[in-house]
T-cell receptor, first 113, second 113 residues
């Protein structure tokens, strides 16, 4: 298996622009998680899905952030409009089965100027 | 109630020494305690995990010690090597929260040659 795939790996954009991050989970996994990692706040859970349905989005910082999972093999995290404080590494992770082992993607490093 | 507190934030160990990272939790309903290892530029990856029905689990040089009454668990890295230099995260999950993990704040380990 190729593991969790994220794109793009790096994104540089200007304040006010829309940013879309993409994730392809491991085939057969029924949970998908979006995290944000910064030096100041560590690893934060933004939202997670079970069977393509959002279960908990309490970690989404504000309305500028939205996430979708239209099918079992694809999810997006969108920031509109982006702000410099959104600069971070965004990880997607997927899991399946009872053990709860989450497999993380390589992350998208976002820089908002 | 959902927090997992991790210490220290950073740790420097000489090659061959023992690295010890500690975590504490409040919610007694947590029933799965994994440790994740993250190298620079990579996503976190599962290192070792334990359930509360055992007090210790060992995999190679890595050992989890679990103290249910104290609500604490720790990671011991024996014979630490420079290649172990990474950020380590403890985590915990509830059996009725799907595969959602609550992560500690992370420990940046540096093993000096």
């Amino acid at each position: 298996d190729a593991g969790v795939i994220q794109s793009p790996r790096h994104e540089v954009t200007e304040m006010g622009q829309e940013v879309t991050l993409r994730c392809k989970p491991i085939s057969g996994h029924d949970y998908l998680f979006w995290y944000r990692q910064t030096m100041m706040r560590g690893l934060e859970l933004l939202i997670y899905f079970n069977n393509n349905v959002p279960i908990d989005d309490s970690g989404m910082p504000e309305d500028r952030f939205s996430a979708k999972m239209p099918n079992a093999s694809f999810s997006t995290l969108k920031i509109q409009p982006s702000e410099p404080r959104d600069s971070a590494v965004y990880f997607c992770a997927s899991s399946g089965g009872l053990l709860g082992t989450q497999y993380f993607g390589p992350g998208t490093r976002l820089l908002v100027l | 109630q959902q927090q997992v507190k991790q210490s220290p934030q950073s740790l420097i160990v000489q090659k061959g020494g023992i690295s010890i990272i500690n975590c504490a939790y409040e919610n007694t309903a947590f029933d799965y305690f994994p440790w994740y290892q993250q190298f620079p530029g990579k996503g976190p990856a599962l290192l070792i995990a334990i359930r509360p029905d055992v007090s210790e689990k060992k995999e190679g040089r890595f050992t989890i010690s679990f103290n249910k009454s104290a609500k604490q668990f720790s990671l011991h890295i024996m014979d630490s090597q420079p290649g172990d230099s990474a950020t380590y995260f403890c985590a915990a999950s509830l059996n009725n929260a799907g595969n959602m993990l609550t992560f500690g704040g992370g420990t940046r380990l540096m093993v000096k040659p």
